[in-house]
């Protein structure tokens, strides 16, 4: 499937109120002419003014290219709806409580979003694609965006890759995998024309502000103590997010239905040196307030706290021709400075959330 300037595909996109799934939309709104329906049940971390924005920008060359559908897919009844009304060419499936600190807390939650909700739509999918006429069945295309914490955690040596065993050790990760394992099934049973990815930790402007790296940016801007889990030297690897979406485009075009894709960003950080990183940018910005470093604070770690990922993205490099373009320090100056200039958003969002930048997932 090719997602060109002229494509006149109907894309469904679920969790595009999200981090990254509103990250792809306003790629898509600018770079395409695809009608998008972004299904999102609008939970504490989803937002549209970024989306908004572009459309606004767009004008009249937008209209009508982005329709909001709030639902809740694990409502199997709500969700069959909203696949017949979208009637897609092409599925994105983003939606995911994806925060481990709270999937410890609140499992369920997890349970029914990551495997209840991928349930019900593959269900209603299999549905909708059985029906189609036989061009449109060819060319249909469902993509599922999940994460390297499946696989488990690694010591100093080694990669994750496409043949990795899964091993998940939280709540987030456990229904992550599940989601995967019910995917993958009903490629092999039903047929379903299917895409996998797993991708390394993303970052970058408009993430809701309990994920780590805005919330050090933010703590750090207001003075306050900037928690580190453990030693901090618990590493993953950084991709920048218009970098996964670039990949996940790439996908599309050129990836072979029924693979599965490892997307990394080739950024291995202890959790101490992103924190180090985005003081030493602050530091820059407001030397007034330098260093500050200072405000770091050592805390109980996370229970069950994975030690180590680190993706090999070979098979995307030599398959897709897709790699990187932002090194770490590019895409951390840029995310810092958007923080900065985007403050009241934050405000906003932790306001609706009623998240004060407290540690979550502590048993």
Same mark, same amino acid.
């Given at each position: 499937m090719c997602l060109s300037a002229d494509s006149t595909k109907k894309v469904l996109i679920t969790g595009g109120a999200g981090f990254i799934g509103g990250t792809l939309i306003r790629r898509l709104l600018m770079d395409t002419s695809v009608e998008i329906f972004n299904l999102d049940k609008m939970g504490y971390a989803s937002d549209l003014h970024g989306i908004n924005q572009v459309l606004r920008t767009l004008g009249e060359s937008a209209e009508g290219r982005h329709k909001h559908l709030?639902?809740?897919?694990?409502?199997?009844? =709500?969700?069959?709806? !909203?696949? *017949?009304?979208?009637?897609?060419?092409?599925?994105? #499936?983003?939606?995911?409580?994806?925060?481990?600190?709270?999937?410890?807390?609140?499992?369920?939650?997890?349970?029914?979003?990551?495997?209840?909700?991928?349930?019900n739509l593959l269900q209603a999918l299999l549905k909708h694609w059985e029906n189609l006429p036989t061009q449109r069945q060819r060319e249909f295309l469902m993509l599922h965006i999940s994460t390297d914490e499946v696989y488990g955690s690694l010591e100093h040596k080694g990669y994750f890759s496409e043949n990795s065993s899964y091993d998940p050790r939280s709540p987030? =990760?456990?229904?992550? !995998?599940? *989601?995967?394992?019910?995917?993958?099934?009903?490629? #092999?049973?039903?047929g379903l024309p299917l895409i996998r990815t797993n991708c390394s930790n993303n970052y970058g402007p408009w993430q809701f502000p309990e994920k780590l790296i805005p919330m050090v940016i933010l703590k750090a801007f207001s003075k306050e103590n900037i928690p580190i889990y453990g030693d901090g030297k618990n590493i993953r690897d950084w991709l920048f997010v218009e970098d996964h979406v670039e990949a996940l485009i790439q996908v599309i075009d050129k990836g072979e239905v029924g693979r599965n894709y490892c997307i990394g960003g080739l950024?291995?950080?202890?959790?101490?040196?992103?924190?180090?990183?985005?003081?030493?940018?602050?530091?820059l910005l407001r030397p007034k307030y330098a260093p500050h470093s200072e405000y770091i604070s050592y805390v109980e770690d996370r229970p069950g706290h994975d030690r180590r990922y680190a993706i090999n993205p070979e098979r995307i490099l030599r398959e897709i021709g897709w790699k990187p373009k932002y090194g770490f320090k590019q895409g951390i100056e840029a995310t810092v400075q958007w923080y900065l200039s985007n403050l009241d958003w934050c405000s906003l969002m932790k306001k609706k959330s009623n998240y004060k930048g407290e540690r979550i997932g502590l048993r």
């Amino acid at each position: 499937m090719c997602l060109s300037a002229d494509s006149t595909k109907k894309v469904l996109i679920t969790g595009g109120a999200g981090f990254i799934g509103g990250t792809l939309i306003r790629r898509l709104l600018m770079d395409t002419s695809v009608e998008i329906f972004n299904l999102d049940k609008m939970g504490y971390a989803s937002d549209l003014h970024g989306i908004n924005q572009v459309l606004r920008t767009l004008g009249e060359s937008a209209e009508g290219r982005h329709k909001h559908l709030r639902v809740n897919l694990a409502d199997s009844k =709500s969700t069959s709806t !909203a696949v *017949s009304f979208a009637d897609p060419d092409l599925v994105i #499936h983003l939606a995911a409580e994806s925060h481990v600190d709270r999937s410890i807390s609140s499992p369920l939650q997890f349970v029914e979003s990551n495997i209840i909700g991928t349930f019900n739509l593959l269900q209603a999918l299999l549905k909708h694609w059985e029906n189609l006429p036989t061009q449109r069945q060819r060319e249909f295309l469902m993509l599922h965006i999940s994460t390297d914490e499946v696989y488990g955690s690694l010591e100093h040596k080694g990669y994750f890759s496409e043949n990795s065993s899964y091993d998940p050790r939280s709540p987030y =990760s456990a229904t992550k !995998a599940s *989601s995967d394992h019910l995917v993958n099934s009903w490629f #092999h049973t039903y047929g379903l024309p299917l895409i996998r990815t797993n991708c390394s930790n993303n970052y970058g402007p408009w993430q809701f502000p309990e994920k780590l790296i805005p919330m050090v940016i933010l703590k750090a801007f207001s003075k306050e103590n900037i928690p580190i889990y453990g030693d901090g030297k618990n590493i993953r690897d950084w991709l920048f997010v218009e970098d996964h979406v670039e990949a996940l485009i790439q996908v599309i075009d050129k990836g072979e239905v029924g693979r599965n894709y490892c997307i990394g960003g080739l950024n291995e950080k202890t959790n101490l040196e992103i924190v180090e990183s985005i003081c030493g940018v602050l530091d820059l910005l407001r030397p007034k307030y330098a260093p500050h470093s200072e405000y770091i604070s050592y805390v109980e770690d996370r229970p069950g706290h994975d030690r180590r990922y680190a993706i090999n993205p070979e098979r995307i490099l030599r398959e897709i021709g897709w790699k990187p373009k932002y090194g770490f320090k590019q895409g951390i100056e840029a995310t810092v400075q958007w923080y900065l200039s985007n403050l009241d958003w934050c405000s906003l969002m932790k306001k609706k959330s009623n998240y004060k930048g407290e540690r979550i997932g502590l048993r």
